[in-house]
């Protein structure tokens, strides 16, 4: 299907899109390179915990390929909050690209304004989101693309539009690419509830994991509300 997204893999598969080396059995992917083509995905920062949503770049970024060679490269890649960085990428047919700062720069946009047109593609691409009742009084955040609900994180609009129902706040758990869940700050069931299930999520696969934190929306902003959790093997 057409522009839909598949999974942003471990360092390897990016490095193949990002140094042009497709499968032995593909022609290498041609990607629209427009704002109109942006998205963000959020993916995980071990060790981290950043207590601010100021976009803090990466800056060069090591990596082996395949052939045992190294590179470095630089992305724009972003610490974001907690244990979480985001990526600016272009969605293709059957992976994505990581947007570059000369690209970045080509389209003339801040890493903020690239983030807003991104989550405004997302909506627009797959749908706005929309909050379904899940168990343990949580609500789980879902969109038209399961692999992109964890992006909708970053979506303020429609943040501030559930604040309207619970003054007191809003903790939410970003566990997994396909998982994007919350509960109403004061009730303190449906936060017991949520910290069980998103530590059950979190461990469950390592591969699509993004956080292991908890983060509190108020006042139009995030915090971090329970500091991510070291991994115990």
Same mark, same amino acid.
């Given at each position: 299907? &057409?522009?839909?997204?598949?999974?942003?893999?471990?360092?390897?598969?990016?490095?193949?899109?990002?140094?042009?080396?497709?499968?032995?059995?593909?022609? !290498?992917?041609?990607?629209?390179?427009?704002?109109?083509?942006?998205?963000?995905?959020?993916?995980?920062?071990?060790?981290?915990?950043?207590?601010?949503?100021?976009?803090? !770049?990466?800056? &060069?970024? &090591?990596?082996?390929?395949?052939?045992?060679?190294?590179?470095?490269?630089?992305?724009?890649?972003?610490?974001?909050?907690?244990?979480?960085?985001?990526?600016?990428?272009?969605?293709?047919?059957?992976?994505?690209?990581?947007?570059?700062?000369?690209?970045?720069?080509?389209?003339?946009?801040?890493?903020?304004?690239?983030?807003?047109?991104?989550?405004?593609?997302?909506?627009?691409?797959?749908?706005?989101?929309?909050?379904?009742?899940?168990? /343990?009084?949580?609500?789980?955040?879902?969109?038209?693309? !399961?692999?992109?609900?964890?992006?909708?994180?970053?979506?303020?609009?429609?943040?501030?539009?559930?604040?309207?129902?619970?003054?007191? /706040?809003?903790?939410?758990?970003?566990?997994?690419? /396909?998982?994007?869940?919350?509960? &109403?700050?004061?009730?303190?069931?449906?936060?017991?509830?949520?910290?069980?299930?998103?530590?059950?999520?979190?461990?469950?696969?390592?591969?699509?994991?993004?956080?292991?934190?908890?983060?509190?929306?108020?006042?139009?902003?995030?915090?971090?509300?329970? !500091?991510?959790?070291?991994?115990?093997?």
């Amino acid at each position: 299907m &057409k522009h839909l997204l598949r999974s942003l893999c471990a360092w390897g598969a990016m490095l193949a899109v990002t140094t042009g080396a497709p499968a032995a059995d593909q022609e !290498p992917e041609r990607f629209d390179v427009s704002a109109q083509n942006l998205l963000v995905v959020l993916r995980e920062s071990p060790g981290a915990n950043k207590q601010d949503e100021a976009l803090k !770049p990466f800056g &060069k970024i &090591k990596a082996q390929l395949s052939d045992g060679r190294e590179i470095e490269f630089e992305a724009s890649w972003f610490q974001y909050l907690g244990d979480m960085h985001l990526r600016l990428v272009f969605d293709g047919e059957r992976r994505v690209q990581s947007a570059s700062p000369e690209d970045l720069e080509k389209l003339r946009l801040s890493p903020e304004q690239a983030l807003a047109r991104a989550v405004d593609n997302l909506r627009r691409r797959y749908g706005q989101p929309v909050a379904a009742p899940w168990s /343990g009084g949580l609500m789980q955040v879902q969109g038209n693309s !399961p692999d992109l609900d964890s992006s909708y994180f970053l979506d303020r609009a429609f943040w501030l539009d559930q604040l309207r129902h619970s003054p007191a /706040g809003l903790v939410a758990a970003v566990p997994g690419r /396909g998982g994007l869940v919350f509960a &109403k700050a004061d009730d303190s069931a449906a936060i017991a509830s949520l910290r069980f299930s998103a530590a059950a999520l979190f461990v469950s696969n390592d591969r699509t994991r993004i956080s292991s934190g908890l983060y509190l929306f108020k006042d139009g902003r995030w915090s971090v509300f329970q !500091p991510p959790q070291p991994v115990i093997d």
